[in-house]
């Protein structure tokens, strides 16, 4: 043998040592560490080392695990010079021995270790001396090594205070990077290149990196851990409870497996009139809840759809009323008034008579708040005999409250139409759809596009709800849909509907509502009876006229309201049960306070330049003073009172066609480049726009010009053009209902309205003399008054004609 070889048996020599190779282990200077030994040649080489060799043993690592007996080759070059503290036999026949490791050492062999007697080995090793580390850039690296040794204690739980603080204490970089490898679990590769890394800095940047590493690991396999607990920990509580859940059901008798409930919804499915297409896939998902446990997340949602499939009416129709005259009766009752709608429901009723499917039966009530467009709805489901289903959509901006969210959402739900109809019995209710000018889009989706489906006869028989998934009749429903107003609803969805406006009540209808409806209702709520108190038809007029301004009855009922409580506190108060308290217009004040609104009347006496106009607002018709200065100036004419743009440009064409009449009212051509003229509409703080006041204004520039005053019973209305023709305008109903309001006898409309005169109350139209005029030439002899002294006209510049030309009848002034 040669001094590069192993020699078997071989004492000699103060560095010849017993060699043990190890598997997937790599043993450091400075640490303790126990092995299994189970090889024979490994025990024996323990043994001798124990015996013959100061209990010093080499360990090195094999390059493959699998060799059981390993050439040269297969070993590393550099191993650890350990001492044997402790051996302990172990029953079969294994060893466990406690190591020390000593130093590193490296070690010269050629031959195979193992000869055919399977004798331990001897070889032959030379310590490795390692360089001295020091400076800022060691400290600063110890620092962090040992910094990230504290938070691998916190995660490792094996490493006990002690040993965090022992890692404290070493101040040298390779004596700590040994240390750290022994307390990390790394591939042996890994760990014998920071074996073989001989400067301390380099071999502490390594040991530091795979620690971090280590940590990474472990703090991502400690997060797993806990959520599999948790999942488990959940998991066993619904097993616990469900299986106590079946106990108590066995011991009450009311234990059902899974088997039968999905029998018994197999039986309601079967029974069920709906759909082939819907039936199979109830069936589908029925036979999904046999297989799936109840303890299930899935089996919740299955369930869930297929209570879904069988709560659907489906097919199942109810059979409505088609008599006319009953329907009629009902809708009477219910709401004073509201001819057209009322009208519209009486021939759709007599076409369903003679026609056995009716589609396209999707109205659309607009008009103001409290006018009765949801009550009228529900008026019809009684008058034809219907289910009454309302959804309001005020404030929906998401797609998935009209078609649902599919099932592969948490929680999933279907849309409120099919929400709505699983509450119901039958198929063909009144869905009343309300505020549908309310909805909004954002990036969830546009409901109003939604709607498009949902009213369009043409498709609504096959309507797509994202839940459901499948296709679902709502032909046979009646849709109607309420707004306040048609600008904020899409085009394409107005096109779907038949509009039916609702225009505000009039007074008279106020009245005739307040006296059939509102008192008797009121009077049973506060538990009164007529025999008590009575209210007379002037207080209601005057809680009408100057305690509320609307549209519908809401406030209106309201103060009635506030009246018999009021009543009724005196009544338990003073005890007066015997005697009638009576509130007349008189007495209104003392029950609501001071009046809130007025109303405009004409004046007692003519005056010149003050015109009286006529205007419409939601809330009815208003008497609008206009007035006119004359003023020496430049020119100017300037208009106030917060009016807009189109009432601006009627002021210009009215005083554009007096200048082209100023030879007419004898005035020079150049006159308005003498004067400033000021129009002024009062109520300045209240918004009006229009051209409706086009001849009012004329009248008054007219009778400020002329000095003459206009009359102050009459009251007009109408657009007026720079040729002087009176054009028609719109709201004459509630126009003329506020001339009569204000006590004005005459009034001045265009000829082109005549035909708007039929929605008028008769009792309006008996009291007004209407004057249905063509051109602004038949206003002036009506508006301005009947001058009996020419005294008025003396040193005003005026032409004595002009009295006459006023007084010319209509065809001479028209060619004059």
């Known amino acids: 043998m040669t001094d590069k070889t192993l020699r078997i048996g071989d004492p000699e020599g103060s560095n010849t040592i017993p060699l043990m190779t190890l598997r997937e282990v790599v043993m450091f200077p400075k640490t303790i560490a126990p092995l299994y030994v189970g090889r024979k040649a490994s025990i024996q080489a323990v043994e001798q080392a124990l015996e013959q060799y100061e209990k010093k043993i080499f360990l090195v690592t094999q390059r493959d695990p699998a060799d059981e007996q390993p050439t040269c080759d297969n070993l590393f070059d550099v191993g650890v010079v350990c001492k044997i503290l402790q051996m302990l036999r172990m029953p079969d026949g294994t060893i466990k021995v406690l190591f020390e490791g000593l130093y590193r050492a490296g070690w010269k062999g050629e031959d195979p270790l193992f000869q055919e007697d399977q004798s331990f080995p001897l070889v032959r090793v030379e310590k490795i001396a390692e ?16 910094k990230a040794v504290k938070k691998f204690s916190q995660i490792n739980k094996k490493m006990t205070k002690e040993v965090v603080k022992t890692f404290n204490s070493i101040e040298d970089p390779g004596r700590l990077a040994d240390m750290i490898m022994s307390h990390l679990k790394v591939d042996f590769q890994k760990a014998q290149k920071v074996l073989e890394t001989l400067d301390p800095m380099s071999r502490l940047e390594e040991a530091y990196a795979l620690l971090l590493n280590q940590i990474e690991y472990s703090e991502t396999e400690q997060k797993i851990n806990s959520r599999v607990k948790e999942q488990v920990e959940s998991n066993q509580k619904n097993y616990y409870l469900n299986e106590q859940l079946k106990a108590i059901q066995k011991e009450m008798g009311t234990e059902m497996d899974a088997g039968a409930e999905a029998d018994e919804l197999l039986e309601r499915l079967e029974a069920k009139e709906m759909p082939e297409e819907a039936k199979e896939k109830g069936r ?7 297989q799936i446990p109840p303890s299930s997340a899935e089996y919740t949602v299955v369930r869930n759809y297929v209570d879904c499939i069988l709560d659907l009416p489906w097919n199942t129709l109810k059979e409505t009323s088609r008599d006319i005259d009953q329907a009629a009766k009902i809708l009477d009752e219910d709401h004073f008034g509201l001819e057209k709608p009322k009208e519209r429901i009486l021939e759709y009723l007599a076409v369903q008579t003679l026609v056995e499917k009716l ?24 008058a034809t005999d219907r289910e009454f289903v309302r959804l309001s959509l005020g404030g929906v901006r998401d797609e998935a409250e009209i078609r649902g969210h599919r099932r592969t959402y948490i929680g999933a739900l279907p849309g409120k139409i099919l929400q709505s109809l699983k509450r119901k019995e039958y198929n063909n209710p009144v869905v009343c759809l309300d505020e549908v000018d309310k909805m909004s889009t954002d990036f969830r989706g546009d409901p109003s596009s939604a709607l498009l489906e949902v009213l369009d006869p043409e498709q609504n028989y096959a309507f797509s709800d994202h839940y459901l998934d499948l296709d679902y009749d709502l032909s046979n429903v009646f849709f109607i849909t309420t707004a ?24 008279t209808e106020k009245m005739k509502i307040a006296r059939s409806f509102l008192l008797p209702k009121q009077l049973e709520r506060h538990g009164l009876q007529e025999d008590q108190v009575h209210i007379s038809d002037g207080a209601v007029q005057d809680v009408i006229q100057r305690y509320t301004r609307e549209a519908g009855v809401r406030n209106m009922e309201r103060e009635l309201a506030s009246i018999y409580r009021k009543v ?13 308290v009576l509130v007349n217009k008189n007495s209104v004040h003392t029950y609501l306070g001071v009046p809130r609104y007025r109303f405009e009347e004409r004046e007692e006496k003519a005056r010149v330049g003050l ?9 009815g018709g208003e008497l609008l003073m206009i007035e006119a200065v004359v003023m020496s100036g430049t020119g100017k004419i300037e208009v106030t009172g917060t009016i807009g743009d189109v009432m601006q440009e009627s002021a210009k064409a009215a005083l554009s066609y007096i200048r082209s009449r100023a030879n007419l009212f004898g005035l020079r051509p150049e006159f308005y480049k003498e004067v400033d003229i000021h129009l002024h509409i009062p109520e300045g703080a209240t918004p009006k726009d229009g051209p409706s006041a086009g001849i009012t204004m004329s009248s008054a520039l007219v009778s400020a010009l002329l000095n003459i005053p206009v009359d102050n019973d009459v009251a007009m209305t109408g657009e007026i053009t720079l040729r002087g023709r009176v054009l028609p305008i719109g709201g004459l109903r509630e126009k003329l209902l506020a001339a009569h309001r204000g006590r004005v006898s005459k009034v001045i409309i265009p000829k082109e309205n005549n035909k708007d005169l039929k929605e008028v109350p008769r009792e309006i139209l008996r009291d007004l003399e209407i004057i249905q005029v063509e051109h602004m030439d038949e206003v002036l002899p009506q508006a301005l008054i009947d001058v009996q002294a020419t005294e008025i006209f003396c040193g005003q510049g005026v032409d004595l004609a002009l009295l006459n030309s006023l ?4 065809h001479r002034l028209q060619r004059h």
Do not use: H
């Open 131 to 146: 360089a001295k580390a020091g400076g800022t850039e060691s400290t600063a690296l110890i620092n962090l090594v040992q």
């Open 568 to 580: 009724a506190k005196k009544i338990v108060r003073d005890d007066a049960g015997g005697s009638r």
């Open 807 to 810: 007084r010319m009848d209509e």
């Open 484 to 507: 306040n107003t048609l600008q904020t609803i899409p085009w394409a969805l107005r096109d779907r509907m038949e509009i039916i406006r609702l225009p505000g009540y009039l007074e």
């Open 359 to 382: 589609q396209g039966q999707i109205l659309c009530f607009v008009g103001p708040p409290g006018v009765g467009k949801t009550s009228l709805a529900r008026s019809i489901s009684r």
């Open 611 to 619: 015109s009286i106009g006529l205007a419409w607002t939601e809330m």
């Open 284 to 290: 589908k998902e029925i036979a999904k809840i046999k």
